[in-house]
């Protein structure tokens, strides 16, 4: 193992959430918008932002009413471990596995059993079995649950075809059993405990990476293997395309990935392709418009905006989080502190 160090390559690139037997997780104590940011401190979720759909305080969250709202506590029913924010909606992960979500509802994003207009207050997900991960992007979101199996619930209103459930969908293989054995779960897409990757949803864009774009169009709980990478580190996804850090710490991209890192990722690319300008990547993060990596270098972005910051070798070595949001980019660790950037 190189210089950044095992422990820390580990926490960084397997999922974020409350843990498990499977994999060593770090929890995903910041999310942040283009309009919100909300951070989990001592159990605890506290917001800030503007208020208006997908904000968690029923006093000051309507659509016609939009101001900016200093930080406080979100009321919650338990500890709170994680948190997620989606496009006008957000989950958290509570220390005993329940999820709650609030926002917008009319693409089933909080998963309650209904598409309706919503909650300003906090509502339960009526998940098969506890969560140990969450994920988030757009109006999807994905769980780990505790039997290392998938859930997705939420969809996307430009893909062609999307028809999504208002309740938790169980990801499954092509014969139809959940798939389990998974180590870490992002929105369609999964590493399982042997470091294979799944993937699943709309295939417009050729995400899928098994055939050539739009052969499966219709969003699908059904995985397919990606067959040509092995030993995979993380995964991210932008919703019409996917990245991974692969066993040499090189990116690898395709689908409709908002460009790339040397603008070579065109759309529609159904095969995995190295980022060729990507060296010792450690962390990775996407958002519907592009990607971010920590790699040998500092910092770097693609998609809506290019960007790159330099950083010393112990502040990656020690950059714990890397959060991505419509406009912003933070990596977060403890010597480090928190460093945001526009994007």
């Known amino acids: 193992m190189s210089r950044w160090g095992r422990a820390a390559l580990a926490t960084l690139l397997i999922g974020c959430g409350v843990g498990g037997r499977a994999s060593v997780v770090s929890p995903c104590t910041l999310a942040i918008t283009a309009e919100r940011r909300c951070e989990v401190r001592e159990g605890a979720l506290f917001c800030a932002g503007v208020s208006g759909v997908g904000w968690p305080y029923p006093e000051d969250a309507t659509v016609s009413a939009r101001r900016r709202v200093a930080e ?109 054995a998974l180590a870490q779960v992002e929105v369609d897409a999964a590493i399982d405990q042997e470091g294979r990757l799944w993937v699943w949803g709309s295939d417009f864009f050729g995400q899928i990476s098994q055939s050539e774009p739009g052969a499966r169009r219709a969003p699908s709980f059904e995985a397919a293997r990606v067959a040509e990478l092995r030993d995979v580190r993380a995964v991210a996804s932008t919703g019409t395309g996917t990245c991974v850090i692969d066993a040499r710490r090189r990116v690898q991209c395709w689908g409709l990935t908002v460009g790339s890192a040397e603008r070579s990722a065109a759309a529609g690319v159904p095969r995995p392709r190295v980022l060729s300008d990507v060296h010792g990547a450690v962390a990775l993060s ?58």
């Open 72 to 180: 406080r506590r979100v009321a919650l029913r338990g500890e709170v471990v994680a948190v997620t924010l989606g496009e006008r909606h957000g989950c958290a992960l509570l220390a005993d596995g329940g999820v709650q979500c609030w926002g917008d509802n009319s693409l089933g994003q909080l998963g309650s059993g209904v598409c309706d207009a919503g909650a300003l207050a906090p509502r339960a997900v009526a998940l098969p079995a506890g969560a140990k991960t969450l994920a988030s992007l757009g109006g999807r979101t994905c769980a780990l649950l505790e039997d290392d199996t998938a859930v997705c619930w939420g969809g996307v209103d430009h893909l062609p075809g999307a028809r999504w459930p208002c309740r938790p969908r169980r990801v499954r293989d092509a014969e139809g059993r959940p798939l389990g």
């Open 286 to 343: 996407c958002d519907v418009t592009g990607c971010c990596v920590v790699d040998g270098e500092g910092l770097r972005c693609w998609g809506a905006r290019e960007l790159r910051v330099p950083l010393r070798a112990a502040e990656v070595d020690d950059a714990l989080e890397l959060r991505l949001g419509e406009g912003r980019v933070c990596v977060r660790g403890a010597r480090l502190g928190e460093r945001c950037e526009a994007r």
